[in-house]
């Protein structure tokens, strides 16, 4: 594993890691939709097991990014044994626990992206919504599938999306993922007093825009005015590659996080990649985490590493690899 490997070496999360029930199935219909390519392919390797708690029990992983991108995989991962239920089965958008959604530019148009996760098994949680802000506006989509994974689709109408110059393809490489808390002032705590990560983004409003009430969450337009949302962005250098969101919603929803647990199927854990795994598992232990590891994981197709894993009191899990 080099600096040149992993461009996000202490630099937000390398890839975003899913547990499903068939990992080519599933990858085929991300690259039909995303334009993805394969990148890895095979066993599910020991560490993987140990990092999420697990027996080993056989399976098979699959890891898919966008060609021209060095980070923002998603990795599949398909443990033997029998077939699980979705980890936020149930749940809406406002629902807290786990991990929600992993986010992708529309390098196109948004429509045309979203038809494409159309033909490929996704479904949309609320329509095509456009968001202005005066100096800001955008469209935004969350598709779904039937591994329980969401993905949140982003198109910049104002001003130009700057930092994807030359990246062909429908869709960007997974630049941002998206927890639901139930307590934002603590986990704000984890990501930016124990962590040390600094804020890209912090949002004290309403679910939406304006007195229409269209939000792309799923609330009723008729509520989502009234319905408070807490929103922070956050990433160790303060940008926004790698970061994680977190949404604290007013809406009473209910709290999914003892139920994110491996090996139940959807959203599982973000990777980075750290120079001190050991450093990470203190800090996170600080931050109110369960740290799991360390652990040696055969990491394909980056090398091999010390992995520690911190699960959050909120179920959301962020496995952090040395070489």
Same mark, same amino acid.
């Not at 002032?185 to 040390?196: C, P, T």
């Given at each position: 594993m080099t600096p040149g490997d992993l461009v996000s070496r202490d630099n937000g999360f390398h890839e975003a890691v899913a547990l499903v029930s068939d990992a080519q199935a599933a990858a085929a219909r991300l690259c039909g939709a995303?334009?993805?390519?394969?990148?890895?392919? !095979?066993?599910v +390797?020991?560490?993987?097991?140990?990092?999420?708690?697990? @027996?080993?029990?056989g399976g098979e992983e699959v890891l898919v990014m966008h060609p021209q991108a060095g980070r923002g995989g998603i990795r599949l991962v398909a443990p033997g044994g029998a077939?699980?239920?979705l980890a936020r089965d149930g749940a809406q958008a406002w629902d807290s626990g786990g991990i929600f959604d992993v986010n992708l530019r529309a390098l196109g148009d948004i429509e045309d992206l979203h038809a494409?996760?159309?033909?490929?098994?996704?479904?949309?949680?609320?329509?095509?919504?456009?968001?202005?802000? !005066?100096?800001? +506006?955008v469209k935004e989509v969350i598709e779904r599938d039937s @591994?329980?994974?969401?993905?949140?689709?982003?198109q910049r109408i104002r001003p130009p999306l700057t930092g994807y110059e030359g990246l062909e393809g429908p869709a960007s490489w997974v630049f941002n993922s998206t927890?639901?808390?139930?307590?934002?002032?603590?986990?704000?705590?984890?990501?930016?007093?124990?962590?040390?990560?600094l804020p890209v983004q912090e949002t004290d409003g309403f679910?939406?825009?304006?007195?229409?009430?269209?939000?792309?969450?799923?609330?009723?337009?008729?509520?989502?005015? !009234?319905?408070?949302?807490r929103i922070g962005i956050y990433q160790a250098q303060g940008a926004m590659a790698g970061s994680v969101e977190i949404i604290a919603f007013g809406a009473g929803g209910r709290d999914f996080s003892a139920q994110t647990v491996p090996p139940r199927r959807g959203w599982t854990a973000l990777r980075f990649a750290v120079a001190d795994a050991d450093d990470f598992a203190r800090r996170t232990a600080d931050g109110g985490c369960e740290v799991v590891g360390p652990v040696e994981l055969d990491w394909a197709p980056w090398g091999g590493g010390r992995a520690v894993a911190a699960i959050t009191p909120w179920g959301a899990r962020l496995e952090a690899i040395a070489a």
């Open positions: 995303t334009g993805f390519a394969l990148r890895h392919a !095979g066993k +390797a020991l560490g993987t097991f140990r990092l999420l708690g697990l @027996e080993e029990a077939w699980q239920p494409r996760f159309g033909r490929h098994g996704w479904h949309a949680i609320a329509p095509v919504t456009a968001w202005d802000f !005066g100096s800001l +506006a @591994e329980g994974l969401e993905i949140a689709l982003m927890q639901i808390v139930p307590d934002f002032a603590a986990a704000r705590r984890l990501y930016v007093d124990a962590l040390g990560w679910a939406a825009g304006d007195a229409s009430g269209e939000n792309c969450m799923g609330l009723p337009p008729g509520l989502a005015p !009234g319905v408070p949302m």
